[in-house]
């Protein structure tokens, strides 16, 4: 057993995304989605963060974290177009206030997944001026909250949302087509590009950036093909966006899960997102686990490798977790982090600027398409009374927060 200790001032932190924990969303265009039923199950109150925040940032003082990043829900902050809601706005200042009282930084989420339904009904991010009214929301919050924020993700995830939404038609709009796809994904480009501008106007020091889906990805089988779709594939979620915000970007945002390895089986050749198969191409699951996703906590060291060779900019990794089915004796998810903090710890003896290091998630939440099956909380959520209990993963969690150090084998 040896012990790994981090750099001073590395900023040990939790992470979450307000569709998915406030509850009560119901202008959102996911709410319509849930209505449609495409969802597992209903987001309802969620965890109700909106009301007991102050519960939830008590879990972050004794966690003894110095970050902790959340999202703002922009159908609430302008449910009309062009019209913002003095409420929710004052609401929100409380929330952030309250985090900053407990002597915790705030990474603020501008957009994670979810849009007003105005704005997907009459825009969505494939029509042109969808740019120019996402960034009047940001100017509206850089100047409203702009003191209390110490970094910005203006796009969580953009190939996820953009792909779910435009080519496989699993998340809103629920579209399947490569134009529409295309336009979207130049509108969130520029819509960042412009954002990046904006807060820096307002606030030049705050640092901005988006965060990358960065699993790490292996073919097998096939050899060349799979090694060029292999490639492909990497482009695709990384570089396609990466390269058009190529100067808009203060930092590298790396959210890391899993191993994908792709492989290619005639015996479904249909295009199925939800199941992870896209005209034959799947990739290899965990049969153990509830997402049925691959840990490999080595693939989380490769990604930090390439993305600061690509980039030379410092990283933050702004989620990693696992998975698991209900129950506070976690033992999966502590090796899971140890495992993954190890292979940090090993790319920042190695040179790599790695600044901060966020666990997905606080508290078990909503969890998209797959309702509030697969829990990923520190801490448990008993979502039909709302209340909550720390897992062994929250006690473990704690000890490295406040150590700056990691036990390893
Ligand atoms: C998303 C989260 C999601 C998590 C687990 C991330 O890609 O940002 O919203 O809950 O993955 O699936």
């Known amino acids: 057993m040896q ?32 209505k449609a039923g495409k969802t597992e199950g209903k987001t309802g109150k969620a965890c109700d963060y909106w009301n007991r925040y102050k519960e939830y940032h008590d879990l972050l003082e004794e ?41 915790v930084k705030i990474q603020l989420t501008l957009w994670h997944w979810t849009s ?37 993700i203006t796009f969580n995830e953009p190939m996820v949302p953009l792909g779910m939404g435009y080519l496989t038609g699993a998340f809103p709009p629920g579209c399947r087509n490569p134009f529409k796809f295309y336009a979207a994904l130049g509108n ?24 990358f889906l960065y699993n790490w990805y292996e073919s097998k089988g096939l050899g060349i093909l799979l090694d060029a779709i292999n490639k492909i594939t990497q482009w ?11 100067n808009f970007q203060d930092y590298i945002g790396i959210d890391y899960y899993r191993l994908g390895k792709i492989r290619f089986s005639l015996r479904n050749l249909k295009l199925d997102a939800r199941n992870q198969n896209y005209f034959g191409f799947t990739i290899d699951e965990d049969k153990n686990n509830v997402m049925r996703w691959i840990s490999y906590p080595e693939g989380f060291y490769y990604v930090l490798k390439e993305a600061w060779e690509k980039y030379k900019l410092p990283i933050y990794v702004a989620e990693n977790g696992m998975p698991t089915r209900k129950g506070l004796e976690d033992e999966e998810r502590v090796k899971f982090m140890k495992e993954h903090l190890a ?33 990923f909380g520190l801490v448990e959520m008993d979502f039909e009374n709302i209340k909550h209990e720390k897992r062994k993963s929250f006690y473990e969690y704690a000890k490295i927060c406040r150590s700056n150090e990691v036990e390893s084998e």
């Open 343 to 375: 292979f940090l710890h090993k790319a920042i003896e190695d040179g790599v600027d790695v600044r901060g290091y966020n666990y997905w998630s606080l508290m078990d939440n909503f969890e998209w398409l797959y309702g509030v099956g697969p829990r």
């Open 188 to 211: 969130m480009a520029k819509a960042h590009n412009e954002s990046y501008r904006i807060i820096h106007d307002v606030k030049p020091d705050t640092k901005v950036g988006i965060t």
């Open 236 to 246: 695709y979620r990384i570089d396609f966006f990466g390269n058009k915000i190529k």
């Open 116 to 152: 007003p339904v105005w704005f997907q009904k009459k825009y969505g991010f494939y029509k042109k001026g969808s740019a120019k009214v996402f960034t009047r929301y940001v100017e509206k919050i850089v100047k409203e909250f702009g003191n209390l924020i110490d970094m910005y």
């Open 3 to 34: 012990k790994l200790q981090f750099p001073e001032n590395f900023l040990w932190g939790v992470a979450t995304s307000s569709y998915q924990i406030e509850g009560g969303n119901f202008n959102s265009d996911w709410w319509e989605w849930e």
């Open 63 to 103: 966690l003894g974290v110095k970050f902790f990043r959340l999202s703002v829900e922009w159908s609430r902050i302008e449910p009309e177009e062009g019209k913002f809601s003095k409420e929710a706005i004052e609401h929100y200042r409380e929330i952030l206030q309250d985090i900053k009282k407990r002597n």
